[in-house]
């Protein structure tokens, strides 16, 4: 969407957004997913000779620079970083279920060498 700057200084007024960086003619994104937006802007800028230029943006109504949008750009999307915590997440606890198992293992197999000596007539 294209606007004039007067009307996006009025909507952003308090933004950070003011001031130098709308100067010039001006576009704005808007969307639900900030990583999709700033992915789609900074690969058609890379594609256009950084035409347009990424002048910064609005993320949970805090003014982010330029490089903040990059490195926006730059992370993994929504799913993919859900699923890498999960991962994280899940290491440790089959790790520790994988120890316990072992130790359950050990244990049973004791109880059997125990239960087996006892049976055998003459020792014990």
Do not use: W
Request: no cysteine.
């Amino acid at each position: 969407m294209v606007i004039k700057n007067t009307l996006a200084v009025r909507a952003v007024n308090e933004s950070g957004l003011v001031g130098t960086r709308l100067r010039g003619p001006t576009g704005m994104v808007i969307g639900r997913d900030p990583i999709a937006a700033a992915k789609v802007l900074t690969d058609f800028a890379k594609e256009f000779d950084q035409k347009p230029e990424v002048k910064g943006g609005l993320l949970d109504g805090r003014a982010i620079d330029t490089a903040q949008v990059k490195r926006l750009a730059s992370m993994p999307p929504r799913e993919q970083m859900l699923a890498q915590l999960g991962a994280g997440l899940q290491s440790p606890l089959a790790a520790f279920v994988g120890a316990l198992n072992g130790l359950l293992y050990t244990f049973v197999g004791a109880l059997t060498a125990l239960h087996a000596q006892r049976e055998t007539p003459g020792q014990g």
